[in-house]
């Protein structure tokens, strides 16, 4: 082990491949979906240009330290926000905490990977019509993903899934754990996560830091930076640029795209032919991308005949509970994320909404929580919150959100960014469901708390959103959206999509696994298109 350790230490070098090379595919944004498709199509003998707007962090580099790592690695280019949800109040020019650098936002996820159930991939067959909600039933089933669940699944090395242990319980997932056993849950564990508890594919255990969300310097959970990007690169058909940020896909007047306009590390436009295009940058700057390259072939958007681009903007329904107990409960030792109730990530409408949520232990430090647990509050009871601290147990709710054609990504042209294009804006209004469905987890992680003797419990509105999903999803018609069952743009053959931008509804489940299972199944239809000379 110690062998296959240090060999995955050592990253091998980049490929060179021309910007006039027409036969490469080109992947913009190195996260779950584009670093995932990247590994999958160099291991079929595909040769990868993969652009990364952010730039190459290596681990040593990684500061735990929370304000610091977010200014290290987030994306902090601006944004504007509008619509009625509490963070465009809250954090105005940050409606999304992702980011920007190789590896996407895999380097800062907490690692949760349950997979979506078979009713979540049919929403407007089971939830039936729903005012306000623009539900579709997704072109691919459970079935159909199960393979590359499977699959990915055993990439990630996911606890509690094909063998692998499970993640010791820690004091937040103790407190959690016995109060879902109080009120009556009886599914919690302390996975599935994508964090090692025993030495695992290159990466060593878990050492119990609580630093997943800065970058995780040990290794242990996994991340395209730590595991795919450097198997891709060792195929020696990976050329990464990092420091390059996409600004344009073009295409011939046939409408076929022919390559991707990017701003290298120094300031200067380039062009990078190709063969097939696959955008992967986020649901926010995945859209916006698209959008920046309308003309007069695509005078709405690359690829939006449909009008749907950049419409049907998801962030799962969120919110944390803070539960202050009379003795010390230390939640930051451990992993961030250490376990979950799946309980109420069932349809049940007796609950008074549709769709289910998950209930997640969340650790955050002190500067984060002074930041986050009541966004512009002060005084006693607010210092009180933070006085507690070691006192503390919190959790957090996710579940599905209803898409909705109004929550949308636009470009707002009258605020630029620091190439002088305009910047996304982020509409978002809480469906009824979503709230309803929030106060009902607000209700339970109380009950749950009070059940072990909690002394308070504070309820924590959503944080700058993690969980961006649709806005380019999935439809089995073109009219319905934007990409079909593979992925591929319904507009233009030889352009896919590889985030959780096509994901027709958010479901309860976290989307890291679901993306980068989709990602195994798209690579494979890729390379088949190509050998077949289809794209």
Not at 193 to 202: C, L, M, Q, S, V
Not at 385 to 404: H, S
Request: hydrophobic share 35%; no cysteine; proline share 5%.
């Amino acid at each position: 082990m110690t062998a296959e350790l240090n060999s995955a230490a050592a990253e091998p070098a980049s490929a060179h491949f021309d910007q006039d090379d027409a036969d490469v595919v080109v992947i913009v944004g190195s996260g779950a979906g584009g670093g995932t498709l990247a590994h999958e199509l160099t291991g079929k003998g595909v040769k990868v240009v993969l652009l990364e707007a952010g730039g190459h962090i290596r681990h040593e580099e990684y500061v735990n330290n929370e304000w610091e790592a977010f200014n290290q690695m987030a994306w902090l280019d601006p944004r504007t926000t509008s619509g009625s949800w509490r963070v465009a109040r809250d954090f105005p020019n940050l409606p999304a905490w992702i980011v920007k650098a190789v590896g996407g936002t895999t380097t800062h996820w907490a690692g949760a990977t349950p997979r979506f159930k078979a009713h979540e991939f049919k929403a407007r067959t089971t939830y039936g019509r729903i005012d306000g909600a623009n539900l579709l039933d997704w072109p691919v089933s459970l079935a159909d993903l199960e393979p590359y669940y499977e699959r990915a699944e055993k990439k990630i090395g996911t606890t509690h899934r094909h063998g692998r242990p499970a993640m010791p319980a820690n004091n937040n997932y103790k407190v959690l754990a016995a109060g879902a056993d109080r009120i009556g849950y009886r599914h919690y564990a302390t996975g599935p996560y994508g964090t090692n508890a025993e030495p695992y594919d290159g990466r060593p255990a878990s050492i119990q830091d609580g630093f997943n969300f800065q970058g995780d310097k040990n290794k242990s959970k996994w991340s395209t930076l730590v595991s795919e990007i450097p198997k891709a690169l060792g195929t020696g058909k990976l050329d990464l640029r990092p420091d390059s940020q996409a600004v344009q896909i073009t295409h011939t007047s046939e409408g076929r795209v022919d390559g991707v306009l990017y701003v290298d590390a120094d300031g200067n436009l380039q062009r990078q032919k190709a063969r097939v295009v696959a955008v992967a940058g986020n649901s926010i700057e995945t859209a916006r991308l698209l959008l920046l390259s309308g003309s007069p072939l695509f005078p709405d958007g690359l690829a939006n005949s449909s009008g749907q681009l950049g419409r049907n903007y998801m962030r799962h329904t969120t919110g944390s509970v803070y539960a202050k107990f009379d003795r010390p409960v230390h939640m930051y030792r451990g992993e961030t994320m250490a376990g979950l109730v799946a309980d109420e990530s069932r349809h049940d409408v007796d609950r008074g909404f549709s769709g289910g949520y998950y209930l997640e232990t969340v650790a955050l430090g002190p500067a984060f929580l002074a930041s986050f647990i009541d966004p512009g509050a002060w005084g006693p009871g607010f210092a009180s919150l933070l006085d507690d601290y070691e006192n503390t147990a919190g959790l957090w709710i996710v579940g599905e959100d209803m898409p909705q054609e109004t929550n949308r990504i636009t470009l707002n042209t009258s605020v630029t960014d620091r190439l002088g294009l305009p910047v996304p804006n982020v509409h978002f209004d809480d469906h009824t469901n979503d709230t309803a469905m929030r106060n009902h987890g607000y209700q339970q992680a109380s009950l749950l708390y009070e059940a072990v003797g909690a002394l308070s419990s504070h309820h924590t509105p959503p944080y700058p959103s993690t969980h961006n999903l649709g806005t380019a999803r999935m439809s089995e018609r073109p009219e319905d959206g934007v990409v079909n069952r593979f992925g591929q743009a319904h507009d233009v053959k030889n352009l896919f999509v590889s985030d959780g931008s096509q994901f027709t509804t958010g479901a309860a489940a976290n989307p890291t696994l679901t993306i980068v299972a989709l990602a195994i199944r798209q690579a494979e239809y890729i390379a088949q298109q190509l050998a077949a000379a289809a794209i």
